[in-house]
């Protein structure tokens, strides 16, 4: 199959893979361990994005051509290889549901007090389907327009802050150590590991690009948490901790003369948009991971059914703010790191023994 989307497309939209909600999450859980040293934390994801980036280039080494689900399939076999992919479907499935109740959860907080969340939620699940039902190529547009708005409107918003920026409140570096730091890098680590995804899409990147734009996915990834954290420790400090969206508080505390204020509506759009992206790429592996479970004709097939399954799993999986912070915080990494490394590597390993073996049994 001929590749669908470009290489800048591709960048685009595994970079909003991770910061679509990550803008949102990770300053929160970062704020909960660290305050002054969140920007060594961000640097931290680099570490998760290279573990992903090896796991990614040993499936493709192993399985050429073929997609996460396939891969598994052929390591363990049709029925134990379709109860290994069902898992990885239900991992989909559940982070799906956990990302679409964070948006709810913000917009619901911040624009829409009134109106119940699953309403918020099934109208925001609509202009996805539309998108995932379309295929990845309109996606990957959508992700060359917003990127370069995001990117600047976002760079704007971090320069206005600075004028309550405090720089003493960087200081001392290191002061607590880096106990807290490392673990404040486990929700960061625990979202690279969404990098996987992109191993059902493979066909549609360009070959060549597929395993080493992640590395570049990820430094764009953690040099913006750098500007995001330094920024927060230094408008905000030590009162991050109790704040559930940092940067929209950072935003919202902009103020120049008696004209420009109330910038916050241009964070929440911005944040529904890059979240769109990130739901509409998510719902989109789902989509075709059903397909190939299911030995569909198309992933359009499993498009609104899926939708109806994760608009009612984020309502049902995830109760209130505290469930989902406690899962967040204290059930992700090790669900994720489980899922999503251990499971492909361990595919890895089985086709790699197969494959020597039937190549000593060869005559």
């Not at 619901?108 to 202009?127: A, Q």
Request: net charge positive; aromatic share 14%; glycine share 8%.
């Amino acid at each position: 199959m001929n590749p669908q989307i470009s290489r800048s497309q591709y960048i685009f939209l595994i970079t909003w893979l991770i910061l679509g909600t990550g803008i949102l999450v990770m300053p929160f859980t970062v704020g909960q361990f660290v305050t002054r040293d969140g920007w060594i934390t961000a640097l931290l994801f680099l570490v998760g994005g290279i573990v992903m980036a090896g796991v990614v280039a040993a499936f493709v080494r192993i399985f050429p051509e073929q997609s996460l689900i396939e891969g598994l399939h052929t390591a363990f076999g049709p029925r134990l290889g379709r109860l290994v992919s069902l898992s990885m479907l239900i991992w989909i499935f559940v982070t799906e549901c956990i990302v679409l109740r964070e948006i709810g959860l913000f917009i619901g907080t911040t624009v829409l007090w009134n109106t119940p969340e699953f309403i918020i939620t099934g109208l925001f699940m609509v202009p996805v389907c539309f998108a995932v039902y379309m295929g990845l190529e309109v996606m990957g547009r959508m992700a060359e327009i917003i990127t370069p708005l995001g990117f600047g409107i976002s760079f704007a918003l971090y320069l206005l802050a600075m004028q309550h920026a405090d720089f003493s409140r960087l200081q001392p570096v290191l002061a607590d150590g880096w106990s807290p730091i490392l673990r404040s890098g486990i929700v960061p680590w625990a979202y690279s590991a969404e990098f996987l995804l992109v191993l059902q899409v493979r066909r549609a990147v360009p070959r060549r690009f597929i395993v080493r734009d992640l590395f570049i996915a990820a430094a764009s990834i953690a040099g913006t948490g750098v500007i995001v954290e330094l920024t927060i420790s230094m408008v905000l400090g030590p009162t991050v901790t109790y704040t559930a969206y940092p940067v929209l508080e950072v935003v919202r505390s902009i103020r120049l003369g008696e004209f420009l204020e109330r910038l916050d509506p241009l964070y929440v759009m911005g944040v529904v948009s890059t979240t769109f992206l990130k739901i509409a790429f998510f719902h989109y592996t789902f989509s075709d991971s059903i397909r190939e479970w299911c030995n569909l004709r198309h992933q359009r097939a499993a498009v609104w059914s899926a939708a109806t399954l994760v608009w009612t799993g984020s309502m049902f999986l995830v109760r209130n703010i505290a469930e989902l912070q406690h899962f967040i915080l204290h059930v992700a990494f090790g669900y994720f790191a489980f899922t999503a490394v251990f499971v492909p590597l361990l595919a890895v390993f089985v086709q790699w023994i197969r494959t020597r073996a039937g190549r000593s049994s060869a005559p």
